[in-house]
């Protein structure tokens, strides 16, 4: 929390105690009038198992938005990375236009809506997954734009043609936008007809459909104090030196066909790099 509003004194009740109550409080926090899904990922470094902090990647969702993390698990060759974590779609009777949704609705519309409403859908309805998390790992959260069109091995392709073993870590934050936007583009590019005249197949069936996708690209990186200095001022508590940071992200909302071209995407090169613990020790929350 300190990280996400680093010129204010947090009161106690402020503090971070976990992905439901920092979602409620958002949403209480609001005032517009709509709706929408959620997908939001915490890096939480508090986890102690066996008297030793063990930093966790803290997921809740919300409809049908999705998070992806990726390792690299082989420890020998080109190291690919691998999906060792994916939530999963809520919709309503497993309707692709009827996702899980938080609303405020005007009370010209459903007079007896009220807050609550929505309050439970957070504490009740939301999804809520821990993952272990190492340095290294990728995270790509998307809309259902990106996860109805483009099944997960289209992702993981993607991911080890532009994340290559030879860039080190950090990854490039070049790489990462790169990455951002190539899924954008595959997303979309599934509502167009190939050459022979059909619709490419994805997950909803043959044509996938067109919609607004957002896509937000990360890696886990150690805490240092470079990182440190890049995300606010540079009083932060000593407890954080040592743990991991969610850095290099790169998010996409939309790119033009002109800014990339996916018949351009080089296969990953094999070289080898040190590779991350493969064990993803994934828990409810």
């Not at 971070?16 to 709706?35: C, D, E, M, V």
Request: aromatic share 4%.
């Amino acid at each position: 929390m300190r990280q996400l509003i680093p010129d204010k004194k947090l009161a106690q009740k402020d503090s971070y105690q976990g992905p439901i109550p920092l979602l409620r409080q958002a949403f209480k926090a609001t005032k517009n009038l709509g709706s929408t899904t959620v997908v939001l990922a915490v890096l939480d470094n508090s986890t102690m198992i066996h008297g030793k902090r063990h930093p966790m990647i803290a997921a809740i969702t919300v409809g049908d938005c999705e998070m992806l993390v990726l390792r690299r698990v082989e420890t020998e060759g080109s190291n690919p990375f691998e999906i060792i974590f994916h939530t999963e779609m809520q919709r309503i009777d497993g309707h692709a236009q009827s996702p899980l949704q938080l609303a405020r609705v005007d009370g010209r519309i459903d007079p007896n809506f009220t807050d609550a409403v929505t309050v439970e859908v957070i504490e009740r309805g939301s999804a809520v997954h821990c993952v272990s998390a190492y340095e290294g790992d990728v995270v790509i959260m998307g809309s259902d734009g990106v996860f109805d069109n483009l099944f997960l091995d289209e992702i993981i392709h993607l991911s080890n043609s532009i994340l290559q073993p030879g860039m080190g870590s950090p990854l490039p934050q070049e790489a990462l936008a790169h990455l951002s936007r190539a899924i954008v583009m595959a997303s979309h590019s599934k509502s167009q007809r190939q050459a022979n005249g059909r619709l490419p197949e994805c997950p909803i069936g043959h044509g996938g459909k067109v919609d607004d996708t957002s896509v937000v690209v990360a890696e886990v990186l150690e805490w240092t104090e470079e990182y440190k200095g890049r995300s606010g001022p540079q009083r932060r508590r000593k407890e954080q030196r040592g743990l991991w940071a969610c850095g290099g992200f790169e998010c996409c909302g939309g790119v033009s066909e002109e800014e990339l071209d996916l018949n351009n995407i080089e296969p990953h090169s094999p070289l080898n790099t040190t590779p991350q613990p493969s064990n993803s020790n994934v828990r409810r929350c």
